[in-house]
């Protein structure tokens, strides 16, 4: 079946530009997480959702950042104002189980490029 | 913050060789998590061993956890040269938290 899917797999956006970044998840997965990867580096954790509701988004970095999932199924990372320092690979993941520690599923992610 | 740390950063051998990644972590976890990720790409889930597992096998991935030292080691054995990637340990402290991984080169 069809993996997890984001658009678009890369942006460039002029700082001080909006973005919103989509990620379809695997149909009937529960749990969803956006990670932001800087090069060279692992994934950073930036949210997590259960279906609609966002259980955690202590790894946003700054208010410029929000997240939705409003059907509890495709979800956007949107990020207000962009700033060079937000220049990574933004990666979304789903996850079949209710509980965080599972299996996750990673999309192929979206290269943000803010000039 | 990062809770997983691989060791070492980098590691360079020839195919059919093995290869041994750690990871070490900071506080007390449910499981522990390996991934791989091909340049360019998403990550790939390989192996999950939970805190009261001490050895778990995968195909050619075998996998330890150590909770007394908070370490984990993943070996692949008989490498090959699509094995070259990063690999990436990550724990369940609350969240998913990855190290910044160990890139792997495997030499045809």
């Known amino acids: 079946g069809a993996g997890v899917s984001q658009s678009p797999r890369y942006k460039v956006a002029k700082r001080g530009q909006d973005v919103a970044l989509r990620c379809d998840p695997i149909s009937g997965h529960v749990s969803l997480f956006w990670y932001q990867q800087a090069l060279g580096q692992g994934p950073e954790f930036l949210t997590y959702?259960?279906?609609?509701?966002?259980?955690?988004k202590s790894g946003l970095p700054s208010d410029r950042f929000f997240a939705e999932r409003p059907e509890g199924s495709v979800s956007t990372l949107k990020i207000q104002r962009t700033q060079q320092e937000d220049s990574a690979v933004y990666l979304c993941a789903s996850s079949l189980a209710e509980a965080r520690a599972h299996e996750q599923y990673f999309g192929p992610g979206t290269r943000l490029t803010v000039t | 913050s990062q809770q997983g740390e691989e060791d070492p950063q980098a590691l360079s051998i020839q195919e059919g060789e093995n290869a041994t990644m750690n990871c070490s972590y900071k506080?007390?976890?449910?499981?522990l998590q390996w991934y791989r990720q091909n340049s360019g790409r998403g990550l790939v889930h390989l192996i999950l061993i939970r805190s009261n597992e001490r050895e778990k096998h995968s195909g050619r991935l075998r996998v330890t956890l150590d909770t007394s030292k908070k370490s984990s080691s993943l070996l692949i054995t008989a490498s090959r040269a699509a094995d070259t990637a990063s690999y990436f340990c990550a724990t369940d402290e609350g969240d998913m938290r990855f190290g910044a991984g160990t890139r792997l080169t495997v030499k045809p």
């Open positions: 959702f259960q279906n609609e509701a966002q259980l955690d």
């Open positions: 506080t007390s976890i449910n499981n």
